[in-house]
């Protein structure tokens, strides 16, 4: 799921450190408590929303000479394989990174850098609002930074110094960046980025395992904060990798049809949903296995994987049923109590304070696409009242805890405009709203129904 390995799982010299590596720097010793009194309490979810759209901090791209993490601790040069315009611009993931008390030591540096994941996110906004000459500006910048082979590293440097992480793959990661020149395209009609979507189109198909018929995982690997090895084969897959290719192919199939004849995409879509389907679903519990090697599957519950982003893929699919049983099951088994919220964590097993924020947003989208909207707006609540009493953008998480830092971030904040698109303005889901290719799902709803979550409306 995003929030792994985004924030620490850098070149330690340059760009920073792991929060257990940090325990000294008072990593865990903050949190942000949810408000009990004053104008927070009843938070207005058009107004921090609008405060929010206006918070993502964009900025012009101006890297120095390009380098990645070699060997160990070395540093190799990279070459960009196209030029970017004079107005190419990036995100800048943590923009405030000092906003709270106890980030571990080297955690400011991350205000120079962005996420390819994020950017995908902004450039996604920006396309939904109708600013497609701004989301261009942000792939112009993405376009440059696609390796040789059409997939795109997990992060790199804004401005002055040039590291870009670019033998750090990870497919999901690549799928939303694919995802979003795929969105660009269908809805702006510009095709000047239809040889970079080809390109990610074609590395996403050929990280499909022919043993499996899912996609794997990617490569490279942080084996601590100076040490990594880019060789890494991250032999494996991720179900939320799947959900997130499974959308950027039949993105892609929309934007360009003859792109989709040419890699016959509606195929392979289909084809990776049979995979998932048989290799990922558990029917015992109903719910998503978080992933699968060549010969077994991994039982365990990851939120986004297990309930909230495979709800709106189940959605996509025609199945509101199955999405509200698997909202039943992150419900039961990812609930958590941190500081007087109440969220869900990322991981079952996870810590009982861990708040994954982003993964969590998908509740309210699901909700409101059911049809219960009283109960998405009260789901969306708790997250109002975190942008009014932490300030925009939304931080990451209300405590810090390893790979969930309490830093304001881009990734969250975009989540909750999309699901304040939804729920507040009542607007139709535009973010992962595609089909099947074999015919449109019914637009099946539940409305009326309370979706089995015993302590929702969640109001204060």
Known sequence: MPGLARWARNVGATVGVTCAAAAAAGCGSAQLERPTSGPCVAADLVREAARARTSLVVKRWRPGPFYDAGHGASHVSWTARRSWGADAEAVISFPDPDRFAGAPDGFSRLVTRSWVYDAALVVLWRVRTGDVAAAARLLDTLAALQREDGAWGFSFAVENDGFYNAAYVRTGAVAWVVYAFAKYQRYSGDRRFAE??????????????????????????????????????????????????????????????????????????????????????????????????????????????????????????????????????????????????????????????????????????????????????????????????????????PIWREDFPLSPAAAPTVWFLFAADEVAHGHPGWLWNERPAAGAAPRATLRGCRLGWPDLPWEP
């Open 196 to 397: 970079v979507l080809a390109a990610g189109v074609g590395w996403l198909l050929g990280q499909i395992d022919p043993r499996t018929g899912l996609v794997r995982a990617g490569s490279g690997r942080w084996l601590g904060p100076d040490r990594f090895d880019p060789d890494a084969v991250a032999d494996f897959t991720a179900t939320e990798h799947v959900l997130d290719a499974w959308f950027a192919l039949r993105a892609a199939a929309l934007a360009d049809p003859e792109l989709n004849r040419r890699y016959a995409l509606d195929g392979a879509a289909d084809r990776l949903a049979a995979a998932a389907e048989a290799r990922l679903w558990l029917p015992a519990t109903r719910r998503y296995a978080q992933g699968a090697g060549a010969t077994h599957t991994d039982t365990r519950s990851a939120l986004d994987a297990a309930g909230t982003w495979a709800a709106l893929y189940a959605l996509a699919h025609g199945q509101p049923l199955r999405a509200r049983g698997v909202l039943d099951w992150v419900a039961a088994e990812h609930a958590i109590a941190v500081a007087g919220w109440r969220g869900l964590r990322p991981y079952a097993r996870a810590a009982p304070d861990t708040w994954f924020v982003e993964g969590s947003l998908a509740v309210a989208m699901v909700l409101a696409r059911l049809g219960a909207l009283a109960e998405a707006r009260a789901t969306l609540h708790p997250f109002a009242q975190l942008a009014c009493s932490g300030g925009v953008p939304l931080v990451y998480s």
